[in-house]
């Protein structure tokens, strides 16, 4: 592994830190996490259930990568400029369930206002504000999962995580 990979290894360990921790928070079952270098390309991924999810978790649980990765809102992240799976996914939630668009900006009207505010991007950006206050409150929690991962070569099984989340309490 080339130090290129390495960093981008760390990077992806707490990118899927974040989705297993909110995953917890969540009351989600815990599943396996895996890092891999395909194409000299780090991957990462949380299992997911095959279960049906609410929206709100499975937003919470799409945003929480993105969330770690930022420093929980510290570092600034451009939705505009970013296409990545899990903003796809966030998206997607938020464009099917209506319940989960916030209220507009006061003043703001369907079709009078100018510049026109799509209701999705303005909701994606008070959603992932939430996660980062959420997932924040966390963080050590997501660095122990993250060491976690990296310490046991990019494997970390949902029995191992539970050992780790036992010793933490969640408020």
């Known amino acids: 592994?080339?130090?290129?990979?390495?960093?981008?290894?760390?990077?992806?360990?707490?990118?899927?830190?974040?989705?297993?921790?909110?995953?917890?928070?969540?009351?989600?079952?815990?599943?396996?996490?895996?890092?891999?270098?395909?194409?000299?390309?780090?991957?990462?991924?949380?299992?997911?259930?095959?279960?049906?999810?609410?929206?709100?978790?499975?937003?919470?649980?799409?945003?929480?990568?993105?969330?770690?990765?930022?420093?929980?809102?510290?570092?600034?992240?451009?939705?505009?400029?970013?296409?990545?799976?899990?903003?796809?996914?966030?998206?997607?939630?938020l464009d099917d369930c209506e319940y989960l668009r916030l209220a507009l900006p006061e003043g703001f009207e369907v079709g009078k206002t100018k510049p026109t505010i799509d209701p999705v991007e303005v909701a994606l950006s008070k959603w992932f504000d939430e996660c980062n206050r959420q997932l924040g409150a966390f963080c050590y929690v997501v660095e122990d999962v993250a060491d976690a991962i990296i310490w046991r070569g990019g494997d970390l099984s949902a029995t191992a995580l539970e050992v780790i989340l036992e010793k933490y309490e969640q408020n």
């Open 1 to 93: 592994m080339n130090e290129e990979q390495r960093e981008e290894w760390l990077i992806t360990a707490k990118h899927e830190a974040g989705h297993a921790v909110m995953r917890w928070l969540r009351g989600l079952p815990l599943t396996d996490t895996h890092l891999r270098i395909e194409d000299g390309l780090v991957h990462g991924c949380v299992e997911g259930t095959g279960k049906l999810q609410r929206a709100d978790d499975l937003l919470f649980v799409s945003l929480a990568g993105l969330s770690a990765e930022s420093e929980y809102g510290v570092l600034s992240f451009d939705f505009e400029k970013s296409d990545t799976e899990d903003l796809r996914t966030a998206r997607r939630i």
